[in-house]
């Protein structure tokens, strides 16, 4: 029998998939909300779900959480059909949902009493990791109002110490920044970016891609009920700038005969042209490699260059160019 590896056969452990969709589809009458999605997510990463209204993000997440059941495909938790072990899959799941539904004469203490019955938490344990999550929310000094009486930042923060409180292998939310003031999500950020540290896998759906840029690991971009494209944030960006990078030029002048000169080059773009008074700026879309190009031609042309800025590739950029306008809707 073979002895163990020499050291420079040594690989690295496998990690393990917490989550995986296989071909998950589901129809409502004519309508494809999810059509053959597939996805995986090791433990203690960060996934968001992009796309435009309606593109499927919303069921997708109802789907791995139970509310709604795939009309084929199969969804697995560490790798267990969720069909088959539906009670113990939910309880390695917390769900906080876009719209924030709790009982309002009930206080913040009693609401976590209330969902925590389902769990079976013994109310001892509720009232003391309950309490520790309220104040790492910031709302324990409301303990004592009705919900009835909180803002919908309150009742978001409450709901999140819901889903929360059973010790949830994987959080899912559903636009978790909608309603809440800009305070109200830099808390939520760094919550999320604490509890993501302490090993909490997270899939998050939102429309605010500069938040999902600072807090999430990996993409998921869904179009028209499909999952077009799955990869980390960092290589995803690479791939769009290897295919083009913005870049924003201050001019004397910016004429037709320059943009001619520059558009003959199939490989450019001219995306913005604004008068700031003295000055010209041009924002262009381009490979890196032609900037020395674009650079030549205009200051043969007579163009005077006051500055040249690269500008840094984000989320929305890489939205904007894998969704492209194939969304109507």
């Known amino acids: 029998m073979p002895g163990p590896h020499p050291p420079f056969l040594k690989f690295p452990p496998v990690v393990p998939e917490v989550l995986s969709l296989k071909n998950i589809h589901k129809q409502f009458g004519n309508l494809h909300a999810n059509h053959d999605i597939s996805l995986s997510l090791k433990r203690g990463e960060v996934l968001a779900l992009l796309g435009e209204n309606g593109a499927g993000k919303t069921t997708t997440i109802k789907c791995i959480t139970g509310i709604l059941k795939c009309d084929s495909g199969t969804i697995s938790i560490d790798g267990k059909n969720i069909e088959n072990n539906d009670f113990e899959n939910k309880n390695k799941i917390g769900f906080l949902p876009e719209q924030v539904g709790l009982y309002g004469n009930l206080t913040s203490m009693q609401t976590l009493k209330f969902y925590g019955g389902f769990y079976n938490i013994t109310e001892s344990n509720i009232e003391e990791r309950g309490g520790k999550l309220l104040d790492l929310l910031g709302i324990s000094k409301n303990s004592k109002k009705p919900v009835g009486e909180f803002s919908l930042g309150m009742k978001k923060r409450l709901a999140l110490a819901v889903a929360l409180l059973h010790k949830p292998e994987i959080l899912i939310l559903d636009e978790p920044t909608s309603g809440l003031d800009p305070r109200g999500v830099k808390a939520l950020r760094t919550l999320l970016l604490d509890l993501n540290k302490k090993g909490l896998t997270i899939i998050l759906s939102s429309h605010v891609l500069s938040e999902v840029q600072e807090m999430c690991t990996d993409v998921g971009i869904i179009n028209n009920g499909k999952m077009i494209r799955q990869e980390s944030i960092s290589k995803i960006i690479d791939t769009v700038e290897k295919t083009a990078i913005k ?83």
């Open 247 to 329: 870049l924003s030029l201050r001019l004397n002048e910016f004429t037709k005969k320059d943009q001619k000169i520059l558009e003959r080059n199939k490989g450019i773009r001219v995306l913005e042209k604004n008068n700031l008074g003295k000055h010209k700026k041009i924002i262009l879309s381009l490979k890196e490699d032609l900037i020395p190009w674009v650079t030549d031609k205009l200051v043969k042309n007579g163009t005077k260059i006051f500055s040249i800025e690269p500008h840094n590739t984000t989320l929305e950029d890489v939205f904007l160019t894998e969704t492209g306008d194939k969304n109507e809707g």
